[in-house]
């Protein structure tokens, strides 16, 4: 499923047009990315929990050289589905 058909399926079910579907879908996930970029974790009870981790530094090996790589640390979103969810 591709956000055009999320789109599709939020107007069906909530008896909106697909303008008020879209718009209400960008605001939700640009909530969603605000949150996350101020390290707040996103808890929806029934879905799930996305939260922003912090990933240490670590060697890597180049997979078409064999040659040793330092990847550094970064941050990286995490999804944990609700226990409902991954049924």
């Given at each position: 499923m591709n956000k055009t058909d999320l789109v599709n399926e939020i107007a069906a079910k909530a008896g909106l047009n697909k303008v008020s579907?879209?718009?209400a879908l960008d605001a939700c996930l640009e909530s969603i990315e605000q949150a996350l970029a101020n390290d707040n974790k996103v808890q929806l009870i029934g879905f799930?929990?996305?939260q922003?981790?912090?990933k240490?530094?670590?060697t890597g090996i180049n997979p078409r050289t064999k040659e040793k790589i330092e990847i550094?640390?970064?941050k990286v979103v995490k999804f944990k589905p609700?226990?409902?969810l991954a049924k």
């Open positions: 579907a879209k718009a799930g929990t996305f922003v981790v912090e240490e530094a670590r550094p640390a970064r609700a226990s409902e």
